[in-house]
């Protein structure tokens, strides 16, 4: 039977309460930080971390680049940095701002920990609409489950996508393979998107400071093997999910292979996003497991 622990760290001069869920039998322990955007921010076999983290910005009040943001109401970065409701135009960063926000414990029970973000007046300055974004995190055996529901609190349509960024543990590039299948694959997010090759890999560029592989049509799951640490990861995702996004930066010991319902600037582009009437809601949900090979 699973375990759910509070416990205190202090990063930064900043403390924060962490939830474990832990998994005697399988060895597992998946730890969730609400106050730092509600993100997974550990997930460990026999002790062994398979999120990657990022300090100091795991302590900064800036956006998380590390463990596992949430990416909400957009994925990427919108054209111009705009989102355009109505005529108006809102500032808005790359990926949203779900990840920027402290999210409170909604309950902790035997199917997990799930934690709760409603809008707020610094919220709609942003993006204009009433929202509560609900998501659950339960582990099973070496795999993590993670659940998202979004609900239009308000009285007009609602545009939005979805997504997550998780960083995973890696020696090095060069020992990473992916195991990855989709309809197309490109470096930019504009234009005609070409077909994906039969194997699709991420190679670092001569002179460039990051290595990107942007996926649509993905056939879940995508799974990647490091033959450095030994370690396996499997991504797996509901139909919500259609596209997806490897990313590796600066040489660092890490790589993102990322669940995306979204496109970059797909809020602005009629048909490109989904659309919750008020009062209605919508439920997707993905998962992380670990492995040793």
Not at 62 to 71: C, E, G, K, S
Not at 84 to 91: I, N, R, S, V
Not at 101 to 122: A, F, K, N, Q, R
Not at 270 to 290: F, N, Q, R, Y
Request: aromatic share 10%.
């Amino acid at each position: 039977m699973n375990q759910i622990t509070t416990q205190y760290i202090t990063d930064g001069g900043t403390c924060y309460e962490q939830y474990v869920i832990t998994d005697p039998a399988a060895g597992t322990a998946l730890t969730i930080t609400p106050e730092r955007g509600g993100m997974i921010t550990g997930f460990t076999l026999n002790g062994e971390e398979y999120i990657w983290i990022r300090r100091p910005n795991f302590s900064e009040c800036n956006r998380p680049r590390f463990a596992v943001p949430i990416l909400f109401p957009n994925c990427g970065m919108p054209d111009g940095g705009v989102h355009t409701f109505e005529g108006k135009d809102y500032p808005m960063e790359i990926h949203g701002l779900a990840d920027l926000c402290s999210w409170e414990v909604e309950s902790v029970g035997p199917d997990g920990v799930t934690l709760v973000l409603e809008s707020t007046p610094l919220t709609k300055f942003l993006y204009p609409f009433d929202f509560t974004l609900l998501v659950t995190y339960g582990l099973q055996g070496k795999t993590a489950t993670i659940s998202l529901t979004v609900i239009n609190e308000g009285d007009k349509p609602m545009p939005f996508s979805f997504g997550y960024h998780p960083y995973f543990v890696t020696s090095k590039l060069e020992n990473v393979d992916f195991q990855v299948k989709a309809a197309t694959c490109s470096e930019n997010a504009k234009g005609e998107q070409p077909a994906a090759p039969e194997k699709i890999i991420l190679t670092r560029k001569e002179g460039a400071d990051n290595s990107i592989r942007l996926l649509t049509g993905v056939e879940f799951p995508m799974t990647f093997t490091d033959s450095g640490n030994g370690h396996k990861v499997t991504v797996d995702a509901d139909e919500t999910f259609s596209n997806g996004v490897l990313w590796q930066q600066d040489a660092e010991s890490f790589v993102c292979m990322e669940p995306w319902n979204g496109w970059a600037n797909s809020v602005n582009e009629e048909g490109k996003h989904e659309v919750l009437e008020p009062d209605e809601a919508m439920t997707s949900e993905w998962s992380i497991t670990i492995d040793k090979i």
